[in-house]
């Protein structure tokens, strides 16, 4: 029988007495492979990849995009960061905006944020009664499956989960180290006051999804990053993408 | 019980004994209401029409808009045309290219020709398996409901019924008349051979569609215009746009 998901239930730290070490090469070659099968989906042009990163503030989704792709090429990898809706983008239907960012065959594209925003932030806030909530869940179901079976595009969907404990500290520290106050956000902390109707939102989320979710620690950038290098190297390497070969005679 | 369309049963011309003349003026009216309310529509801000125009080669598409929206403000209304899928639209799902250009609120889109030329034509000429359209099918359908519930889009289709001995008359029209010798594209009398199968699939798109297809008789210009006018007059007629009115303290 089906179980819906608890995200409460679920890790946000490293298991104990798993160390960075253990599993540094492993992550070293696996993002090594990931930039090598990227070059081949570029060449095979028939197929694409969207990898959707979704998480509260300060949960690494940047961070995390970085360390997978860290050996891609740029010509055929790109992300698009979903902010607050421009005035053009709300006088259209909420999936307009992502329509257009979507790969194309050969490409990888990062998502930071997206679409899922329209049924967690909006959903918080109760900007819509309940059952427009409703409607955006079956209208991105099918979504998803018009981008699969239409453009042969690979959805890689993550959570990374965070605790309320260690995003405290991690705004905090936006707020004292040089290097990162270019990151705070007031309106982090105003967010961070609606912790467990998100938690609830995103359970839903991920209960209501068609193409599953990867729920992934995130206290642990280490273990975090591996996971998340993990899911896409699996990915890729099940998706084999194929440099084409000649099928004109050769002049010799 | 519900009675799927047979195309060969509807009229392409008008009714037996009705002139131009009959409804000349009413027409006329109707379309002079179109314009007002088009003015409405766009100082509303809060809604949007899209009106899709499908049919053979010389059914009249570009015509019937033009007949209907004649006394349309240009900022408000704006026509798109589906031509060959370029290399990048052809590397994304089918829908990419027609999203972009659906209409943002206070607006009318008028696409000539649609995302139904990838369950018709492509049908025709059997580019995907069968079961590839009943997914298309599908994605139409969320697609429509999408826009209608998140965009407040309200959605009328035509499709132009021209018979194939008039269709025959105006594309040879094409050849001599040096006025309409632009419009004269050799490939329309490729299409034309596979006219039985085309009904057969424009059946299929009126019997599958949940938001329903107006057919209009399509062989005497005067009539086609009359009735598309028609049906668009009541469709903003229902729809009700009002302009605004200040809510702030008047200063007076």
Partial sequence: MYKPVKI?????????????????KEREEMADAIGEMQRLLYAEAKRSLLVIFQGMDAAGKDGTAGAVFRWCVPHGISA??????????????????????????????????????????QRVHRWFPEEHFELRFKAINAFEELLSFDA????????LNISEKRQGEKL????VNPKKQWKHNA?????RKHWGTYMACYEDVINKSV???????????????YCATKVVYDTLKAMDPQRPVLSAPRHD
Same sequence: chains 1, 2.
Avoid at 172 to 175: A, F, K, M, W
Avoid at 187 to 191: M, N
């Fill in 187 to 191: 309106g982090d902390w105003e967010e």
């Fill in 211 to 225: 193409i599953p979710w990867h729920v992934i620690p995130a206290d642990d950038e280490w273990y975090r990053n």
């Fill in 8 to 24: 409460s239930d679920l890790p946000c730290e490293a298991p104990q007495g798993l160390k960075k070490n253990d599993v540094e």
């Fill in 80 to 121: 698009y960061s979903f902010k607050k809706p421009t005035p053009l983008e709300l006088a259209h239907d909420f999936l307009w905006r992502a329509h257009v960012h979507t790969p194309e065959k050969g490409y990888i594209k990062i998502f930071n944020r997206s679409y899922y925003e329209d049924v967690l932030i």
């Fill in 152 to 159: 042969h595009t690979t959805i890689i969907k993550f959570f």
């Fill in 172 to 175: 905090r520290e936006r707020l």
